[in-house]
C-alpha cells in the first residue's frame, strides 16, 4: 500500500476507535485520518521510569509515581464540596488521594489489598499533603511501566468516551507501528546531514514514546525545524514569484519631493528615516510591486517618512492613499498631513465612516478623474464605489488591525497594475516573528528617535504611593503640563476588583478641585468622545481620564505625564503603545505604573521590563517570550503560523536556520525540480490546500 493510503485512511478504520469516536475525535481535536492522530503530539512527558516511597513526597516535585495499598475509602462533605478521600500507604508512610469527580466510578472500582500504582501531582491542602484524581492502576495489570510517558491535550467530552490522554496514548501505540513504515522522508540528505537531524520516521515515533530523553529532544528538533522550514520555503517562494509575476508602476522621478525635503520639511530625518527613504525610492523604482513592512517605535516618525512615499507617487502622476484603524488615527493623520500638503498645494482628503453625502460625491468624482492626489481614512476606503484615477501607492498603518481579506481590496482598486504597499506598524515585531510571519515581505525598521526627544521615565508605585503620585502630577500641571490616567475597566465588574474609569473620575476630581479634566471611553458616542479629546488637545483641560481608547490616539506635545491604573492587568505590547502617547515634545516625559501589592510572576515581569527600557524590539521579545505569538501581528488572520510544535519565542535559533536552508535551496533551485529536492516538492503538493492564497498580499 501506498504512503498516502495508508496515512490517509480515516481514522475510525483504527481498531478501538470506530465511528462513534471517530466523530468525537474530528469534533474536538480535528483528526480525520492516520495522518492527523499521528501528528497530535504530546505536549509533554512524565517519567515514569522510577518510583517515589511515600516518606520521599513532597509539594515541589512535579508528577511522580507510588506503589501501595489503599485503604479508608470515605465521602466527606456536602454539595458542591462533595469529595472521595482514601489513603494510600507503604512501608515508609501514608498520602491522601482525593476525588471531586467521578466519584461513583473510583469507589465501585478500587479493591482493598491490591498494590496500586499511583501517578499525580503532590499538593499540600491544610497541613496535609495529597494527591487529586491520581491514576490509579494495579500492579498485577501494569505490563508497560516505561521511562518517559506521553500526555496528549484532550477535552472534557473526549474523557467522557474513554478517549483521556492515556486513551489517546493507546490508540496511538498501536497505529505507530502501521504508519512508520511508510513514513517518506521530506527534506533533502544535505539537510538532514548539514543540520545533524533525525529521520523522519524515527523523529515521529520518538516523539511519542521515546527511548530516552536525547532522543525526545532530538525528535523534537527535527519536526521543528522541518514544520518552520516548510513555512519558509512557502513564504521565500511567495516573494519570489510576486517579483517575478507582479509589476509595479516605476517610479523614477521625484523633483517635488527633492523640493519639498529641501524647502519644505519641518525638522531634519534622522539617519534611519533616511535609510528607510532610500530603501523605499529603490524599491518603486525596479518596475516590480513593492511589499514592505515599516516597523518603528512609537514617536519614531514613520508618518513623515509615509507623507514622503505618498509624494513620490504624486510627482509620478499617481494618486496615493493611507488606511487608518479608527476615525481618531485617521482625524490625525489627516491634520499632521494637511499641513505639510498645503505648504506645496497638493489636494488632500479624509474619508470616514461619518464623511457627508455630499462631501463623499464630490470627493468620489475627484479620485476618479485624478484631482484628488492624496486620500487619508479608515475602512471607508475599500468601499466598492472609492475608484482611484491611478492610485500608486497604499500606506497601511498600524496593519494587524486589519485582516489579510480587507488588504487584498485596495489591490483591486487598479485594473491594470497592483499599488506599491507600505504597511507601517509600532507594534515591534520580534526579529523571528518577524521571519516567519513577514517572511514574504521586505522589512525597514526605523531604530531611533529624532533629535531632542529624551526617553520617557517609567516608575512603579504602589497604591499606597497614591498621595505622593498626586503630588507629583500637581507639580507638572503647575509647569504647564498636561497628564493622562489611564483605567482597564468602565464600570465595576464583580469579578476583577479594579478601580473602575467611574470611581477613578470621582476620586480624580476630589483630589484636584480647580483643575478641568476630561473623560474619555469607549461607550461614548463618537461626537463625544472627539469633543473631550479636542478640549484636551487644545489645553482647555489638564487631566484626561481614559480607557484605553487612547492607545492609538491624539498626539499631544504637551502631555508628558501617563499614570497606568491596574497595570498588572494590561499586556506589554499595549502598555508600551500607552506609554508612546506620551514623550512627543521637548519635555522630560514620565510613565507611572500603579498597581497592588498582589502581582502574579508574570506581571512582575512585564512592570519590571516596562521600568527599566523604552526599546520596543526587546518589549516585544519579552512579551513573545511571555505571550507566544498568539495574535501579536495578526497571526490569527494570516494562517501561515499553524504551528503544532515550534514556537517562535523559544526556537529562534531554529527558525533562523530552517530559513538560512530554505534560502540555499530556493536559491539554486526555485523550481524544486532537481532530483534531490523532489522530495521537498512532493511534500508540498500533497499538502498544498484549496484555499485562496492570502500570501500575495501584504
Known amino acids: 500500500m501506498a504512503m498516502s493510503d495508508v496515512l490517509s485512511t480515516k481514522i475510525e478504520f483504527l481498531k478501538g476507535i470506530g465511528p462513534a469516536r471517530a466523530e468525537l475525535l474530528q469534533k474536538e481535536l480535528r483528526i480525520f485520518t492516520y495522518d492527523d492522530l499521528l501528528q497530535h503530539y504530546p505536549f509533554r512527558h512524565e517519567d515514569r521510569s522510577s518510583f517515589y516511597a511515600i516518606a520521599e513526597i513532597h509539594e515541589e516535585l512535579p508528577y511522580i509515581q507510588v506503589k501501595g495499598k489503599i485503604r479508608h475509602l470515605q465521602l466527606v462533605g456536602q454539595g458542591p464540596k462533595k469529595r472521595l478521600t482514601a489513603e494510600l500507604y507503604d512501608a515508609t508512610g501514608i498520602v491522601e488521594l482525593v476525588w471531586f469527580q467521578g466519584i461513583k466510578w473510583v469507589s465501585g472500582t478500587i479493591q482493598p489489598d491490591v498494590e496500586y500504582i499511583v501517578f499525580g501531582k503532590p499538593n499540600v491542602f491544610g497541613r496535609k499533603l495529597n494527591i487529586a484524581h491520581p491514576e490509579l492502576e494495579p500492579l498485577s495489570e501494569s505490563k508497560d511501566i516505561r521511562g518517559l510517558f506521553p500526555v496528549y491535550s484532550v477535552t472534557e467530552k473526549l474523557k467522557s468516551k474513554q478517549l483521556d490522554s492515556r486513551g489517546i496514548s493507546r490508540l496511538t501505540e498501536k497505529l505507530v507501528p502501521i504508519c512508520i513504515p511508510h513514513i517518506e522522508e521530506n527534506l533533502p540528505k544535505q539537510v538532514i546531514d548539514e543540520y545533524h537531524l533525525m529521520g523522519r520516521s524515527e523523529a515521529l515515533k520518538q516523539i511519542h514514546f521515546p527511548d530516552n530523553v536525547s532522543a525526545l529532544d532530538k525528535a523534537k ?64 523604482g525596479t518596475g516590480k510591486q513593492m511589499n514592505r513592512l515599516l516597523q518603528g517605535d512609537v514617536g519614531c516618525g514613520k508618518t513623515i517618512v509615509g507623507f514622503l512615499t505618498m509624494l513620490m507617487a504624486v510627482d509620478n502622476g499617481l494618486q496615493a492613499c493611507l488606511m487608518a484603524p479608527t476615525e481618531i488615527l485617521a482625524e490625525q493623520h489627516y491634520q499632521g498631513l494637511k499641513e505639510l500638503a498645503d505648504k506645496i498645494q497638493l489636494p488632500i482628503a479624509k474619508l470616514t465612516g461619518s464623511t457627508k453625502k455630499k462631501e463623499r460625491t464630490l470627493l468620489h468624482e475627484q479620485l476618479r478623474d485624478g484631482t484628488m492626489k492624496i486620500l487619508i481614512g479608515t475602512h471607508a476606503l475599500l468601499e466598492e464605489e ?106 465595576e465588574s464583580e469579578k476583577l476588583d479594579l478601580k473602575d474609569l467611574t470611581d477613578g473620575y470621582e476620586s480624580i476630581q476630589r483630589a484636584f478641585p480647580d483643575i478641568p479634566i476630561s473623560i474619555v471611553h469607549g461607550r461614548m458616542k463618537p461626537e463625544d468622545k472627539d469633543f473631550e479629546m479636542l478640549r484636551f488637545v487644545r489645553g482647555e483641560t489638564k487631566i484626561m481620564v481614559a480607557t484605553t481608547v487612547i492607545e492609538v490616539g491624539v498626539n499631544v506635545p504637551n502631555a508628558s505625564v501617563m499614570v497606568i491604573e491596574n497595570a498588572e492587568r494590561f499586556g506589554l505590547s499595549q ?97 524544486l525540480q532537481q532530483t534531490e529536492h523532489r522530495c521537498v516538492h512532493k511534500f508540498i503538493e500533497r499538502k498544498r490546500s484549496s484555499h485562496m492564497d492570502w500570501g500575495r498580499i501584504s
Open 386 to 491: 472609492v475608484q482611484f484615477n491611478h492610485l500608486g501607492i497604499c500606506i497601511i498603518d498600524e496593519q494587524h488591525r486589519f485582516g489579510v481579506a480587507q488588504r487584498a481590496r485596495l489591490w483591486q482598486k487598479n485594473k491594470d497594475l497592483p499599488p506599491h504597499v507600505l504597511v507601517m506598524t509600532a507594534t515591534p515585531i520580534p526579529r523571528t516573528l518577524a521571519m516567519t510571519l513577514y517572511g514574504d515581505l521586505d522589512i525597514s525598521i526605523i531604530d531611533e528617535l529624532p533629535a531632542g526627544r529624551k526617553p520617557i521615565k517609567t516608575s512603579h508605585k504602589y497604591d499606597s504611593h497614591r498621595l505622593e503620585v498626586f503630588g507629583f502630577l500637581k507639580q507638572q500641571i503647575l509647569f504647564g503640563r498636561q497628564v493622562y490616567i489611564v483605567y482597564p475597566l468602565i464600570e
Open 221 to 284: 528538533a527535527r519536526l521543528k525545524f522541518e514544520e518552520l522550514f516548510f513555512i519558509h520555503i512557502k513564504l521565500l517562494r511567495q516573494k519570489g514569484l510576486r517579483q517575478q509575476q507582479f509589476k509595479g508602476f516605476v517610479i523614477k522621478h521625484i523633483p517635488g519631493l527633492n523640493t519639498f525635503y529641501k524647502h519644505h520639511l519641518p525638522f531634519d530625518l534622522t539617519n534611519a528615516q533616511k535609510r528607510v527613504l532610500r530603501e523605499i525610492y529603490l524599491d518603486v
Open 575 to 671: 502598555l508600551h503603545q500607552l506609554r508612546g502617547r506620551v514623550g512627543r515634545g521637548a519635555d522630560q516625559s514620565y510613565c507611572i505604573l500603579m498597581t497592588g501589592y498582589k502581582l502574579s510572576k508574570d506581571s512582575l515581569t512585564r512592570i519590571e521590563t516596562m521600568v527599566r527600557t523604552n526599546n520596543g524590539f526587546e518589549i516585544a521579545d519579552v512579551d513573545l517570550r511571555l505571550r507566544g505569538p498568539g495574535d501579536l501581528a495578526g497571526t490569527q488572520q494570516s494562517g501561515v503560523l499553524d504551528l503544532r510544535l515550534a514556537d517562535l519565542a523559544q526556537d529562534s535559533t531554529i527558525v533562523q536556520l530552517s530559513r538560512q536552508a530554505a534560502v540555499q535551496i530556493l536559491t539554486i533551485d526555485s523550481e
